[in-house]
């Protein structure tokens, strides 16, 4: 895939970070290889989203993230279950390290706690205190089980940075290096250390797994086979194998492997996994299919259109991985803090040690030791970095699920925030399918007059014009059209219109000054309806027609308002968020739909540009604006607005303008994406909060020489895992 400046983008899936800064670290030498311009690592995700020139290979990429000291491979969503399948092999690599590390620390921990007062009751055998014994159960979790520990220190200590197994490596060798040279025993405290660290890993890497879980019901959703017409014979081929054009049979339950269109058959889809919406919707020939959606109780026929890549679900699940690899504000904070926090640490530890030996107490290294560990062990650089990257997982996963695709972690973030919110009115508000409602006819007798509509349908048929077609479908419901009448050709005049001729009768459709400047008259008998429905503010199309036959023919033609649209205004008002209406048409039909929908203000036949020049007045520190829009005249609004939000029927362009995506249409989703938003930032912060406090009070905790090593091994594992837990709670809520 290419972006507009020709820039190749590339998903990597990481293994073997374990903690912030690892990701961090990635992040810079990823930086450093030259043609690459921008590096988003996601440690929550554990992938890397990066967009470099044409010329660096994705090989040099895998190895610069080899030398740095972990393993890597190319993303791809088709073989998502071999990335799970080495994720799940390194947490049951995990698991097994924190079992075997358990078994020989558990006699340690039991001679470690007998000699607490409140436990002395216990029995204590005196082999568990022999110095020869307690070496041999201490040393294969130090250097067997712990070996990981020291490859990814030392790693990082290469590249010349820091990560927390320094911190577990410098504090485990510590006691264990003392325990053999020194006068006391402190096997227990590095054994013990490690086991808590193992536990807290694997139950922290388990609860990740799940976090993620709207992501991979995304990816479940495609089908491994599809039914192919080959040469006049159904037969099986992998999905992958799908061409654009191929027919593709789907039997009912079955889900579609692609984009398309019916060609036969009738049936219902269930598309509520990919567009939020629980009804089943009706599908017949010439109706679009979504790939991934489940067909009903019906066998359809269906020529692919978009396979692959191009469809819509690989362009949502795209979406979600490419926002989980932008960063949040919060999580640009979070990483300045990961970045000084193992070296802040360790000094911190040093000093402490000092402190102890030389002033509170003189000589006893024990205490001093003790003290330092403790400091280095309780703080958990993991939490501050999981702290933003975990809800965003978790909230992004959850608003695809509703049809709700943000493209960026940004996004995510400032939807929070909105409390204006302005409004497209064709296509956004109403379905932007013209629709006619109403006909007055005069001068023509019953007789003609399915020879004369067959006559101005045929006409209009050549007309790529939206109210062109409108007539077209109100013709062919009411059996007027004719089919194909011969070789129609048509004139399309400067003044907004066409004409015609057809077995000695000119017809002429427009506006009502395109018909008056050729000549014709309102008639007396519908002037004052027409006059009527120009003051609703509705679109008309004017036919006369001179000839063998004279009169004329009024289209009334509306757009007609979204049913959710109604609800959802009333919502938005409900959470605090002021809608406007921002539209192009004329004043009387931008105050009918504003009427109808509950909207107050009001700003009629704009220009794009205009459109964007008042989003921009209006903005200010306590206005934080959205637009919400569907055509290519929306992209610059979209673009001026804090955030731009695009129909997902609308054109291209509005699309990749915007920061976020309706996949449906429903405007009601909107009050959906605001309560993520919300629920999502309050989460990142509970979770920042507690990381940052959780640190900035243990550490003085531990230093003054109240919490034992091993306690504060426990209360480390226990901050990471408690904000993974905190995440997670998300994906619970309605």
């Not at 309102?522 to 027409?530: D, G, K, Q």
């Not at 003054?704 to 594992?717: K, N, Q, R």
Request: glycine letters at 8%.
């Amino acid at each position: 895939m290419e972006t507009s400046n020709k820039l190749a983008e590339h998903t990597l899936d990481l293994f073997g970070m374990t903690c912030a800064n690892c990701a961090l670290r990635i992040e810079k030498g990823l930086s450093k290889v030259a043609g690459v311009s921008d590096v988003r690592v996601n440690f929550a995700r554990e992938s890397v989203f990066l967009r470099s020139e044409e010329s660096v290979t994705v090989d040099s990429l895998l190895k610069t993230v080899e030398f740095l000291g972990y393993s890597a491979t190319e993303h791809d969503p088709n073989k998502q279950s071999e990335t799970e399948k080495k994720q799940k092999d390194h947490i049951r690599v995990l698991k097994i390290r924190f079992i075997l590390s358990a078994l020989f620390s558990l006699p340690l921990f039991y001679g470690m706690v007998t000699h607490f007062q409140f436990l002395s009751f216990l029995p204590m055998p005196h082999i568990l205190m022999d110095r020869w014994v307690q070496l041999v159960l201490a040393t294969p979790v130090q250097f067997i089980i712990g070996f990981p520990f020291y490859q990814s220190a030392y790693r990082a200590l290469r590249n010349g940075s820091a990560n927390m197994d320094v911190l577990v490596v410098i504090g485990t060798s510590a006691a264990y290096g003392y325990s053999i040279f020194g006068k006391d025993l402190y096997f227990e405290t590095s054994s013990v250390l490690i086991t808590f660290i193992l536990g807290g890993k694997w139950i922290e890497h388990v609860a990740k797994g799940k976090s993620s879980d709207g992501i991979k019901a995304l990816l479940t959703l495609r089908p491994e086979t599809a039914t192919v017409k080959t040469n006049g014979v159904w037969t099986e081929v992998p999905n992958e194998y799908l061409k654009q054009g191929d027919l593709v049979l789907v039997k009912a339950l079955e889900r579609f492997p692609m984009d398309g269109i019916v060609t036969e058959g009738e049936s219902y889809a269930d598309e509520s996994m990919l567009t939020g919406e629980s009804m089943p919707v009706e599908k017949k020939q010439g109706d679009k299919i979504l790939g991934g959606t489940v067909n009903g109780n019906g066998s359809l026929v269906v020529k692919a259109m978009k396979v692959g890549n191009d469809t819509t679900l690989s362009h949502i699940i795209r979406s979600v991985e490419e926002s989980l690899g932008t960063k949040a504000p919060l999580q640009r904070i979070a990483d300045q803090i990961s970045a000084y926090f193992v070296p802040v640490v360790i000094a911190i530890s040093i000093l402490d040690f000092l402190v102890w030996f030389f002033l509170l107490a003189p000589g006893e290294i024990t205490t001093a030791i003790e003290t330092s560990i403790a400091i280095l062990v309780i703080a958990c650089p993991c939490a501050l970095g999981l702290a933003t990257p975990i809800s965003l997982l978790v909230g992004t996963g959850r608003a695809a699920k509703r049809g709700v695709l943000f493209r960026s972690a940004e996004a995510l973030e400032s939807v929070s925030k909105i409390n204006l919110i302005f409004f497209d009115k064709t296509g956004t508000l109403t379905e932007g399918k013209p629709k006619v409602t109403d006909v007055l006819v005069t001068g023509i007798s019953d007789e003609k007059k399915s020879i004369v509509f067959g006559h101005v349908l045929a006409m209009e048929e050549t007309s790529d014009h939206p109210l062109a077609k409108a007539i077209l479908a109100f013709g062919k419901e009411k059996d007027f059209y004719l089919g194909s009448v011969g070789m129609v050709k048509t004139i399309t005049s400067p003044g907004g219109g066409i004409q015609t001729e057809l077995d000695g009768t000119v017809y002429f459709a427009g506006k009502q000054s395109f018909v008056e400047m050729n000549g014709f008259t309102i008639p007396e008998t519908i002037r004052s309806a027409v006059e009527g429905w120009i003051k609703d503010g509705v679109s008309l199309v004017f036919v006369g027609i001179r000839g063998n036959m004279e009169g004329m023919i009024v289209f009334r033609i509306e757009d007609q308002i979204r049913e959710s649209s109604v609800k959802a205004i009333q919502e938005l008002r409900s959470i605090g968020v002021e809608p406007i209406l921002l539209t192009g048409d004329n004043l009387e039909a931008a105050n009918k739909v504003a009427k109808a929908v509950g909207i107050v203000s009001v700003y009629s036949g704009l220009l794009p540009e205009e459109k964007s020049k008042i989003i921009k007045q209006l903005k200010n520190n306590q206005i934080h604006s959205a637009m919400v829009g569907d055509g290519i005249n929306d992209a610059p609004a979209l673009a001026s607005a804090d955030v731009g939000i695009a129909m997902g029927g609308g054109s291209d362009i509005a699309i990749s303008t915007a920061d976020v995506v309706l996949v449906n249409g429903d405007i009601q989703r909107i009050v959906d994406l605001i309560r993520i938003g919300k629920d999502t930032v309050l989460n990142i912060r509970q979770n920042f909060g507690w990381a940052l406090g959780y640190n900035l009070l243990g550490i003085p905790i531990a230093a003054s020489g109240l919490l034992a090593p091993w306690v504060s091994g426990a209360a480390m594992a226990f901050s990471s895992i408690s904000v993974v837990f905190n995440a997670l709670r998300m994906s619970r809520w309605k």
